[in-house]
């Protein structure tokens, strides 16, 4: 199945300047493996030494938050969206 995901800025150098890339996957871990296959460093930079969600990263599947789904094991669908984004915090 073909999903796209959405980089954040901060995380496009990483991917050689793409905003979004198409990746083969059924769910959400496999498309970060996906990345990571075809821009190694990327997914170390949303996930973190022991395979978990980094706290600071949040991934949408369309307009949920995986958090609140099955977290990295959440299927992904064919044409459906994946946006990763920074956690925005302040005072």
Request: zero cysteines; proline letters at 5%.
């Amino acid at each position: 199945m073909s999903v796209v995901v959405r980089l954040p800025a901060q995380l496009r150098p990483v991917a050689g300047g793409r905003r979004e890339i198409a990746v083969e996957a059924t769910t959400v871990r496999e498309a970060l493996d996906a990345l990571e296959a075809r821009h190694p460093g990327l997914k170390e930079r949303i996930v973190d030494d022991e395979g978990q969600l980094r706290r600071f990263v949040n991934i949408f599947l369309a307009d949920r938050d995986i958090r609140f789904l099955d977290g990295l094991d959440t299927p992904v669908r064919d044409d459906e969206t994946l946006s990763v984004l920074p956690a925005i915090s302040g005072g």
